[in-house]
C-alpha cells in the first residue's frame, strides 16, 4: 500500500541520513522524499512516500521516534491528504502547428509555458501523479527532451 | 639573619613585589572572568563537571591535544590506556553496566575511530550508557580524505542512540552535556562526539550547565493508568501467567518492585539473558532463564501461560524462537521504555509506555494476593525434569574430563553466587547463564543483543574498575579470548585484581555444535590452535594456573579466588561436548530439546 510519512524534525545535520536509514534497515524503497522547511523557525518536515505492508509502515514510524532530533510523524494513505508534486518538461516544438496544440493541452492540464526557445518549449505542471503522467504522455509525441518531477508535499485534510 | 631578612621588607622592594604581585592578580582574573580555556581543556572540564571519574582510551594523531589537556587533570580523572580501542569500548560499557553511570571512551580519528564500531553496536542493541569522544581531521580537511580522516559520523549513525561532530570549540560543553543526558536517559544508549581538531585547540568562554530537558527528546516515564488498571485486571484474573523480566528490570533498578509484585500475586517469573542477576537464583519464583538455551519450564510454559507480562525485554528472536508459534494463547501486557518495542515482535494486548520501576509501583497496589499453587507446581515438574536429564549429568559428569557446567556450579558455591561474573559469547556464555545461581543484583554481565567475541576481558576491567570492592570474574572461551587478548598489558599496567577463567575446550563451540547437529558434522574450521595460556600470562607477570583434571579443581579455584592479585585459570575442558537443553533455530519454545 502507498504511504505518505510526514515527519517534523529539527533541522540539524545528520537527521536525513537518520530517517533514511530506517528503510535502508528494511530494504524499502523510498519512491520520493521531500525536505523543506516549515511555518516555525528551525523546523522541517520531510514527506517520504512508499510502498510497503502498514505493519511495517507503524514500525517505522515507531522508530523514527527514536531519533532525537524528531518531533512528530504521521502515517497517511493518501484519502486522508491533500498532495502536490511539479514537474518541468522540456518538449521539441519547432513548427506553429506543434506550439499551439501544446499550448492547447497545457491550458487543458492548467499547466503553464515558462520558457520559450526556438526549438522547445518548457511546460510546468503542479498535480498529482496522474495528472502529471497524463501531460508527459500527450506531450511525448512531440519528442520529449528532458522530464524532472519533484517529491511529493502533502497536507492533512 | 640572612635568611630572616629576606625577602627584604619594606621600600623599593615591597613596591617591585606588589607591582609583580598586581600583575598576577589582573592576568589571574581575567582568566577567571572570561573563562577562556582551549576546547580540549573544555572537554575534560565538561567530563569532570558531569561526574566522569574514569576514560578508557587510546592515543593518536588527531586527539593530542585532548591528552595533553588530560595531562593537567591526572588527580581529578582517572585515565585506563587499553591495548586496543575495541578494549577501550567494551571495557567503558563493562563499567556502564556494573555502576550505572555512563562509560566513557577516548579513540582517534581514522583507525581509532573504527575500531570503536563493534563496541558502540553492542551497546547500541544491550541500551548501554556509553560516551565515545572521537578525535577527527581539523574542519578545513574535513572530507578531503586526509591522513586518518575517516567518516565517523556516517559510519556511527545507524548504531548510536545520537551522535555529533564538534568543529566548533564553542560548541564543546552544550554539546557533551547534551549527549551525557541523551546516553543514560529513556532508554539507554550510546552516543558519538567526533571532535575536529581546530576546535581542540582553538579558545572558548567555558561555562558548564547540565541539560536536562531537550525539546524533540521527551522519554515517556509514567504509564498510563487506565493502561495499568486494564493489566492489573487481567493479572488479576490469570489461571497461568507469567513474567518475563528482562534488562530493563535492572537498569530501572525496579528489582525490589518486581519481587514485591510477583510475591504478592505468586507470579512465576522468568528472565532475558540480560535480566538474569535481577533477583536471586534461590527465590521460589524465580523459573530461569528464558530462550534457545534457557531452562525447559518457562520455554514449554510461556505457550501455556493465559497472561504474560513482559517487562523491559523486547522480545528478541533468541527469546522467542518461531514467532508464529509464540504465545498465541496469551494475552499479552507489555512493558517498555522504548515505544518502538511495543508490537515490534509480539503485539501486546496492553502496550504499556513507561520506566519499569515506576509501572511496577503503579501496578502493585492493584495487584490481589493469590496463591496459584497448581500453576507453581508445573514449573517445578519441568525443572525436575530438567535436572534429571541435563542438569545433573553436567555438573556430576562420570568420564574424566572436566564440563564448563561443573566449574561454574562449583564457583558459583565458591564465591555464594555473589561475584560479579562477565561471560564472553559461546558455549560457555550459555553454561555461565545457565549455571551461574546469582544471588546479588546485577552481577552477570555479558554481550546479550551483539554477541561480540572478545567482550569479556575488557568489559571485565571496566566493572572492576568501575565496582572496586567487588570481585570481578571473567568467564572466558579460548576462542572469545584470543580475540582481545592484549587487554591482559591493561590489567598488569593498572594493576587491576581482576579474575579470569579460561574454558578451554580447542574448538569454537556453540559454531561446532551446530554444525553437530544442523550440518551433517562438517565441522568447516572450527577446531582451533590455542596457545599455552599460563605461559603467555608468565609473560605478563600475571600469575596463572592450568587445570587439566579434576581432581585439582576444587583448591585451584579456592587459591585462585583467594588470591588479592589479578589470576588467570585455564581450565581443560570436554571438547565436542553440546549445551542443552536448546530450542533448534526455527523451531518454537515449546519444541526445546534436552538432547
Known amino acids: 500500500m502507498k504511504f505518505t510519512i510526514s515527519a517534523f524534525a529539527e533541522n540539524k545535520p545528520g537527521v536525513l541520513y537518520r530517517v533514511t536509514d530506517l528503510f535502508l534497515r528494511r530494504k524499502i524503497n523510498i519512491e520520493s522524499l521531500t525536505a523543506s522547511e516549515t511555518e516555525k523557525v528551525g523546523i522541517s518536515k520531510f514527506t517520504i512516500v512508499v510502498d510497503a505492508d502498514a505493519n511495517i509502515v507503524e514500525k517505522i514510524v515507531k522508530q523514527l521516534y527514536r531519533i532525537i532530533e524528531v518531533i512528530k510523524v504521521s502515517e497517511n494513505l493518501d484519502r486522508d491528504i491533500v498532495f502536490r508534486e511539479i514537474a518541468l518538461i522540456k518538449v521539441h516544438a519547432k513548427d506553429l502547428n506543434s506550439r499551439q496544440e501544446i499550448d492547447h493541452l497545457t491550458q487543458l492540464f492548467k499547466a503553464k509555458i515558462i520558457h520559450v526557445t526556438k526549438e522547445s518549449l518548457i511546460v510546468e505542471i503542479a498535480g498529482d501523479e496522474e495528472e502529471i503522467i497524463g501531460l508527459f504522455n500527450l506531450l511525448k509525441p512531440f519528442g520529449i527532451k528532458e522530464f524532472v518531477r519533484s517529491g511529493r508535499i502533502s497536507v492533512l485534510k | 639573619m640572612i635568611r630572616n631578612n629576606y625577602p627584604p621588607q619594606g621600600g623599593f622592594f615591597s613596591f617591585w613585589r606588589y607591582l609583580k604581585k598586581m600583575f598576577h592578580v589582573t592576568s589571574f582574573y581575567l582568566l577567571i572572568f572570561t573563562h577562556m580555556i582551549t576546547g580540549s581543556h573544555a572537554v575534560i572540564k565538561s567530563l569532570i563537571e558531569e561526574g566522569i571519574k574514569v576514560i578508557f582510551g587510546y592515543p593518536g594523531g588527531q586527539i593530542i591535544p585532548i591528552y595533553d589537556a588530560l595531562y593537567d587533570y591526572k588527580e581529578e580523572i582517572n585515565h585506563v590506556l587499553v591495548r586496543h580501542e575495541q578494549g577501550a569500548v567494551h571495557a567503558a560499557e563493562g563499567y556502564a553496566r556494573a555502576t550505572g553511570r555512563v562509560g566513557v571512551c577516548f579513540a582517534t580519528s581514522g583507525p581509532g575511530a573504527t575500531n570503536l564500531v563493534t563496541g558502540i553496536a553492542d551497546a547500541m542493541i544491550d541500551s548501554v550508557p556509553v560516551l565515545c569522544i572521537t578525535g577527527q581531521v581539523g574542519s578545513n580537511l574535513l572530507g578531503s ?436 537443553p536448546m530450542i533448534p533455530l526455527g523451531a518454537s519454545v515449546d519444541e526445546i530439546r534436552l538432547e
Request: charged share 20%; aromatic share 8%.
Open chain 2, 145 to 580: 580524505d586526509a591522513f586518518q580522516e575517516v567518516d565517523m559520523i556516517g559510519i556511527t549513525t545507524p548504531i548510536t542512540k545520537w551522535n555529533y561532530q564538534i568543529t566548533d570549540a564553542a560548541e564543546i560543553p552544550q554539546i557533551i552535556a547534551k549527549a551525557i543526558y541523551i546516553a543514560r536517559t529513556g532508554r539507554p544508549g550510546p552516543v558519538v562526539i567526533d571532535i575536529a581538531r581546530n576546535a581542540q585547540i582553538s579558545n572558548l568562554d567555558f561555562s558548564y550547565k547540565k541539560c536536562s530537558f531537550i525539546e524533540s527528546y521527551q522519554p515517556n516515564y509514567s504509564p498510563n493508568l487506565r493502561q495499568i488498571k486494564s493489566a492489573a485486571e487481567l493479572i488479576n484474573k490469570a489461571k497461568r501467567p507469567l513474567v518475563l523480566s528482562g534488562h530493563g528490570v535492572i537498569i530501572s533498578q525496579a528489582q525490589n518492585e518486581l519481587l514485591t509484585l510477583i510475591e504478592k500475586a505468586s507470579l512465576p517469573t522468568a528472565f532475558t539473558l540480560l535480566g538474569l542477576s535481577t533477583f536471586p537464583s534461590r527465590h521460589p519464583l524465580n523459573m530461569g532463564m528464558l530462550g534457545m538455551h534457557g531452562n525447559y519450564g518457562p520455554n514449554i510454559l510461556t505457550n501455556k501461560a493465559d497472561v504474560i507480562l513482559a517487562i523491559g525485554m523486547r522480545f528478541d528472536d533468541r527469546v522467542t524462537g518461531r514467532l508464529a508459534n509464540y504465545a498465541k494463547q496469551a494475552r499479552i501486557i507489555h512493558i517498555d521504555i522504548d515505544p518502538a518495542e511495543l508490537n515490534k515482535n509480539v503485539r501486546a494486548d496492553i502496550p504499556l509506555v513507561a520506566d519499569a520501576k515506576i509501572a511496577l509501583k503503579a501496578l502493585i497496589p492493584l495487584i490481589e494476593k493469590k496463591s496459584r499453587s497448581n500453576w507453581l507446581t508445573e514449573f517445578n515438574k519441568y525443572q525436575k525434569i530438567e535436572k534429571e536429564r541435563v542438569i545433573h549429568k553436567e555438573i556430576h559428569p562420570k568420564g574424566n574430563y572436566i564440563t564448563m557446567a561443573e566449574v561454574i556450579n562449583l564457583l558459583s558455591e565458591k564465591t555464594s553466587g555473589k561475584a560479579v561474573i562477565v561471560a564472553d559469547v559461546g558455549q560457555h556464555q550459555m553454561i555461565t547463564a545457565r549455571y551461574y545461581q546469582s544471588e546479588k543484583t546485577n552481577n552477570f554481565i555479558t554481550s546479550g543483543g551483539l554477541g561480540t567475541m572478545g567482550y569479556a576481558l575488557p568489559a571485565a576491567i571496566g566493572a572492576q574498575i568501575g565496582t572496586p570492592k567487588n570481585q570481578v570474574i571473567a568467564i572466558i572461551g579460548d576462542g572469545s579470548f584470543q580475540m582481545n587478548i592484549q587487554e591482559l598489558a591493561t590489567i598488569i599496567q593498572e594493576k587491576i585484581p581482576l579474575k579470569i577463567i579460561i574454558l578451554k575446550n580447542n574448538y569454537l563451540g556453540m559454531v561446532r555444535q551446530w554444525q553437530e547437529l544442523f550440518y551433517k558434522k562438517r565441522y568447516s574450521f572450527t577446531d582451533l590452535y590455542s596457545p599455552d595460556f599460563v605461559a603467555l600470562a608468565k609473560s605478563y607477570t600475571l600469575k596463572a594456573k592450568k587445570i587439566i583434571k579434576r581432581s585439582q579443581l576444587n583448591s585451584c579455584l579456592s587459591d585462585f579466588l583467594k588470591s588479592k592479585r589479578p589470576y588467570l585459570l585455564e581450565i581443560n575442558v570436554k571438547n565436542k561436548h553440546n549445551v542443552f
